[in-house]
């Protein structure tokens, strides 16, 4: 069973939001809890993720702030632990400190990199949070697949994202093109094998027929 981390973003995902009902219904799946939801510090969230991968490699769906946690990994070694990532609804952080500001005081904005393992960002045409064109500058600064939902708000209750059945089916995605990457190297391994015991056998016959073998005639 594949662990999936569930990563909020500012207030934590309450009560409903499809991330809460995500660990109802898909097995596997865990909170990354924080100790204060409403005044996020971020390197301790990134540290709190990154505990949580020090346990074993994982899938990751993270929604708004959590989607810059998440990409924080980028720059730490424990991105070696992300199988994929799933980034729902990433905030604009200035614009979202604006909104928010005395919640936003500890929260700075990382160097943005390319996402060391495979991603999905998850977008809408009108989020309050992200600018549409801002989104597809991020995007393509992590080099991550993106999918568009149409006028999806932010992508939680407020703009009807409760039990977000629709999701599963994005993450499966996700999960497939994982699992197709993990056999690559397993094939190239099984054709390599199989190329030398080719080059092994054909020198074998070219020894055989070089050697002293003297040919045998019936006489007469």
């Known amino acids: 069973m594949e662990k999936i981390l569930i990563v909020p973003g500012l207030f934590g995902s309450g009560e409903g939001h499809w991330q809460r009902n995500w660990l109802d219904d898909v097995a596997g ?3 990354v809890e924080q100790s204060d939801w409403n005044r996020p510090c971020f390197d301790e969230w990134v540290d709190r993720l990154e505990a949580e991968l020090s346990e ?3 899938f990751i ?3 708004s702030l959590g989607c810059h946690v998440t990409a924080a990994l980028a720059r730490r070694s424990s991105a070696g632990q992300v199988r994929g990532a799933m980034l729902v609804a990433p905030c604009d952080l200035s614009i979202t400190r ?3 500001a005395e919640n936003f005081a500890a929260v700075h904005a990382p160097e943005t990199r390319t996402l060391p393992f495979p991603s999905v960002v ?3 045409l009108n989020d309050i949070y992200m600018p549409f064109e801002n989104l597809t500058e991020i995007t393509a600064e992590w080099g991550a697949d993106v999918h568009i939902l149409g006028q999806a708000g932010h992508i939680n209750i407020e703009s009807g994202y409760g ?3 629709g999701g599963y089916g994005i993450f499966r995605q996700l999960q497939a093109k994982v699992q197709h990457q993990d056999k690559i190297p397993a094939r190239r391994e099984i054709a390599a094998r199989s190329y030398d015991a080719l080059r092994d056998y054909t ?3 070219i020894a055989q027929s070089n050697g002293d073998c003297t ?3 019936s006489t007469p």
Do not use: D, I, N, Y
């Open 203 to 205: 020198a074998f016959r």
């Open 98 to 100: 604006k909104l928010h």
């Open 163 to 165: 039990r977000w059945t």
């Open 215 to 217: 040919e045998k005639r």
């Open 56 to 58: 074993g490699p994982a």
């Open 29 to 31: 799946s865990r909170l």
């Open 122 to 124: 998850v977008g809408s």
């Open 61 to 63: 769906v993270a929604h």
